[in-house]
């Protein structure tokens, strides 16, 4: 009957798919490209079930969802190590929100992107969403505790109904991690510390050569003012601008002419700008422009773009930085500056011939933010304002670069921390072995033990060996007898008889430097 046709039409269908999956695979495809015809190969097999017509049960993470293993996240540590020393060092207090929201928190704060929310069921109480960033969660929580000044950081996960390239570090659950200043304060103070911390992290990290591109939103708005862009169409315009990292000029200029209604002067007049970066010497040559300088919003950006990158010369952070007018990061909560960093792999050749930037290319943004002066108004049931100024840090591009540059470097990553195993160089020590770690645990001392009443003196090196524990503490009858511990140094296999009184001591002097 009907079930045995369908079951037909799976099985064919999972033959085809078969096929595509080989020829795919002899063709050398992309991994990306594989790995998504494979999980739809699954996918079938799972609803062929097996032959009773038992459902089978696929064991597989949520599409765009990912497990940490040990060695990763023994790198993920590192990397939040690192910035959050960053932060305290800065200043900032951590808080935490819930990780779903009211669904009315959410809407209509991130224009078109509202369709990547994910929206949990209704059960008939309130209508809820999981959080799509930090930020909002962020402006909500000040409202809400009439807060108007605050320095935090925050690190967590959020969610985002996208489609995932996985590979390229899109998931559709990942962590975000963020800081922020609050409060009214003198132009562009908090906004160059912001740009500082990113210069720091990304240094710190060592992720290779990187440049933080930093623009205006009333630059870019004063701009298309100018340019003749009607104010219904400045958004949209803004998403087409914002392209130019990834297309050339021609490509951005079809898409607003062709698609977006654009008038093809008032595009070419845009591209006579965003072409163009520099440092201080661009923005005082944009002052004089006489389209420009015209507009009120315009030279307000600029003269603060001016205050900026006299402050970034301060802090020594210039080198770094470009600022560049066809940066329009597609959010429409910024207000003031906003600012992307981006890898830059250099291009060898070009890059001996000439020392521009330009000449290298962007893998992708690592950090971004800007200024957000009216989030917390929008919360506010008087609207009363909060300036904000923030920086989002891309952790999970970073992690996916850690990770290949740990792949890369064939160096082991420890996945645990233990500095000493408790051994037994003859058989019956179990309660001997037991007393010894228990001292070692009580005094502070990261110990383990093998899990045998009579483990093999080899088997108990080999553990130290596979799982980088330097240090070895080894009793045998003569050892107790003696009051000491033979300590056996698993690199050099050099051993010492140490007083057991003065082991604890022993052992943190030689894995203090490790």
């Known amino acids: 009957g009907r079930v045995g046709a369908d079951r037909a039409e799976l099985e064919k269908a999972l033959t085809l798919q078969g096929e595509k999956v080989r020829k795919l695979k002899q063709e050398k ?36 969802t990912r497990d940490y293993n040990p060695k990763q996240m023994a790198i993920r540590e590192k990397v939040f190590n690192t910035i959050i020393k960053c932060f305290k060092r ?28 994910y929206d949990l069921k209704d059960q008939g109480g309130e209508l809820l969403s999981l959080r799509y960033d930090l930020t909002v969660p962020f402006a909500r929580y000040l409202a809400m505790n009439k807060i108007t000044n605050i320095k935090r950081y925050h690190i967590a996960k959020v969610y985002r109904r996208d489609n995932p390239a996985m590979t390229r570090g899109r998931y559709r659950e990942f962590y975000q991690c963020d800081f922020d200043i609050a409060g ?35 630059i870019l708005d004063g701009m298309f003012a100018v340019c003749g862009v009607p104010d219904s169409k400045f958004r949209t315009i803004c998403s087409s601008v914002d392209k130019l990292d990834k297309s050339p000029w021609e490509e951005v200029k079809n898409e607003m002419v062709g698609e977006k209604g654009l008038a093809p002067e008032a595009a070419d007049q845009i591209g006579g700008y965003v072409q ?23 030279i307000e950006g600029l003269n603060d773009m001016k205050t900026l990158f006299e402050f970034l010369e301060l802090f020594g952070v210039t080198d770094k930085v470009s600022f560049d007018l066809s940066l329009a990061r597609g959010l429409d909560y910024y207000t003031g500056v906003i600012y992307e960093a981006v890898l830059v792999q250099n291009q060898g050749v070009a890059q001996q011939q000439n020392d521009h930037v330009e000449e290298s290319v962007s893998v992708g ?31 999970e591009r970073i992690f996916s670069i850690m ?37 070692l645990w009580n005094a502070g001392i990261k110990a383990e033990m093998l899990y045998k009443k009579n483990p093999k003196l080899l088997n108990q090196l080999q553990y130290c060996e596979e799982s980088g524990i330097p240090l070895v503490a080894i009793i045998g009858e003569q050892e107790l007898k003696d009051g000491v511990v033979k300590l ?14 003065n082991l604890v001591e022993e052992i943190h002097k030689r894995t203090k430097i490790l």
């Open 403 to 439: 990770e290949q540059k740990a792949e890369a470097s064939e160096e082991k990553i420890r996945t645990t921390e233990t500095q000493v195993l408790v051994a037994a160089a003859q058989k019956k020590l179990l309660e001997e072995r037991m007393k010894l770690i228990s001292e």
């Open 365 to 395: 943004s690592v950090a971004g933010g800007g200024r957000y002066d009216g989030l917390v108004g929008m919360f506010d049931p008087k609207g009363r304002k909060v300036p904000c100024v923030g920086v989002s840090i891309g952790i």
């Open 184 to 218: 009214q304060f003198d132009p562009m103070i908090p906004d160059a510390e912001c740009l500082k911390i990113v210069h720091e992290i990304l240094s710190e990290l060592d992720l290779g050569e990187f440049l933080i591109k930093v623009n205006d939103r009333r």
């Open 29 to 64: 495809a992309s991994s990306e490209a594989i790995a998504e015809e494979v999980a739809k190969l699954l996918e079938l097999k799972a609803q062929l079930g097996t032959d009773d017509g038992k459902h089978k049960f696929v064991l597989k993470t949520p599409k765009g």
């Open 90 to 117: 800065h200043g900032a207090e951590t808080i935490d929100t819930p990780v779903f929201e009211l669904k009315e928190t959410l809407t209509g704060k991130y224009g078109e992107d509202s369709k990547l929310i």
């Open 276 to 298: 163009r970066n520099g440092g201080l010497d661009l923005i005082e040559q944009l002052i004089k422009d006489p389209k420009l300088s015209q507009n009120k919003l315009a």
């Open 488 to 501: 056996r140094v698993v690199a050099t296999r050099e051993e010492v008889d140490v007083a057991r009184q």
